[in-house]
């Protein structure tokens, strides 16, 4: 699997309309920040290519009503989505293995 990117009129089916767990990487093509989350996001998309994870891209320069409904203050910012609500949101990069822990925790179909 890998990630794909999302535009603001994909957002209802692609986002909120996903089943299971969507990570959602928001990013902008000027965020150094950005450049250094993306291959923690593609290796985190692989390690659970099985697990039902849908790994998404919104660039924020192009989704201002989404930034702002979402209180996205800072980039980058993942969040981690289920149902269409936001269960989980890092800001900054994180480590590679805490966002990665994050979510293993999070496909588990125990966690809702």
């Keep these: 699997m890998s990630v794909r990117d999302v535009r603001p009129e ?5 986002v909120l309309g996903a ?5 959602v990487d ?3 093509p000027w965020c150094i920040p950005c450049k250094r989350l993306e291959p923690i996001v593609a290796a985190i998309a692989e ?3 099985t697990d039902g994870l849908t790994c998404v891209r919104l660039n924020a320069d192009e989704a201002p009503e989404l930034v702002a409904q979402y209180a996205l203050l800072s980039l980058p910012t993942v969040l981690l989505m289920r149902g269409g609500q936001v269960l989980e949101r890092v800001v900054g990069v994180p480590k ?3 966002l ?3 979510v293993a925790t ?3 179909p125990d966690v809702s």
């Design 10 to 14: 994909d957002w209802q089916t692609s």
């Design 19 to 23: 089943d299971g767990l969507v990570l």
């Design 26 to 28: 928001v990013w902008a």
């Design 47 to 49: 390690r659970h290519v």
């Design 96 to 98: 590679r293995g805490r």
């Design 100 to 102: 990665d822990d994050l």
């Design 106 to 108: 999070m496909v588990s």
